[in-house]
């Protein structure tokens, strides 16, 4: 693979990123929240060529709440909610496992990222991870991208200077996914 076809990406979270944090798990498409502004920021990068790649925990699905057929549903049916908006995700990883499984993909582990780059050519150190938990942003720095935290989801304002988020310092913080597009783009824009 030449060096001219690695390109930079926006890596995101599914839940409290693209749709809203649900109290639980997402177990069936019709409980799927979009957030309207996400989805204007998704089609933004759609626009400018940059690849939209979700990695998210799904441990739903070892606790056996859902299935991977169901996860395809559900991800179908953002595909579905996100094209009122012109927008898409090119591609989905998603983790099934627990943290009794000693998978090396569930975040903070980097492995949904470090798969998904490899499978798409993306230089991770033009790329940005943007996450609403600690999680997100250890396995975001761990794969070597920049990291950015928004406020919509897990993650109150209240609670950033709880010991997890100041352990774990996000590169940049955004109110939502659309607060931190002029931000995201500097980074992955300015590098072609
Ligand atoms: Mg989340
Ligand atoms: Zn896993």
């Not at 626009?47 to 549903?73: F, H, M, W």
């Amino acid at each position: 693979m030449s060096e001219e076809t690695v390109r930079p990406a926006v890596f995101l979270d599914r839940d409290g990123v693209i749709n809203e944090d649900p109290v639980e798990f997402v177990t069936r498409p019709e409980e799927l929240q979009l957030l309207p502004a996400s989805a204007q920021a998704i089609a933004r990068f759609n626009a400018l060529g940059v690849p939209v790649i979700v990695c998210s925990n799904q441990s739903g699905v070892a606790k056996g709440l859902y299935t991977l057929e169901d996860l395809q549903r559900i991800s179908e049916r953002l595909q579905e909610l996100l094209s009122e908006y012109n927008a898409r995700i090119d591609a989905f990883y998603y983790c099934p496992h627990d943290d009794s499984d000693g998978c090396d993909c569930r975040k903070p582990k980097p492995g949904l990222l470090l798969r998904a780059a490899r499978e798409h050519c993306i230089a991770l150190e033009r790329s940005v991870f943007v996450g609403d938990s600690w999680r997100d942003i250890v396995a975001g720095r761990s794969a070597g991208v920049k990291t950015v935290l928004v406020l919509s989801g897990h993650v109150k304002p209240e609670m950033l200077d709880s010991p997890e988020m100041q352990n774990h310092p996000p590169d940049h913080v955004a109110p939502d996914l659309h607060g931190a597009v002029e931000w995201i783009l500097r980074l992955v824009d300015s590098s072609e």
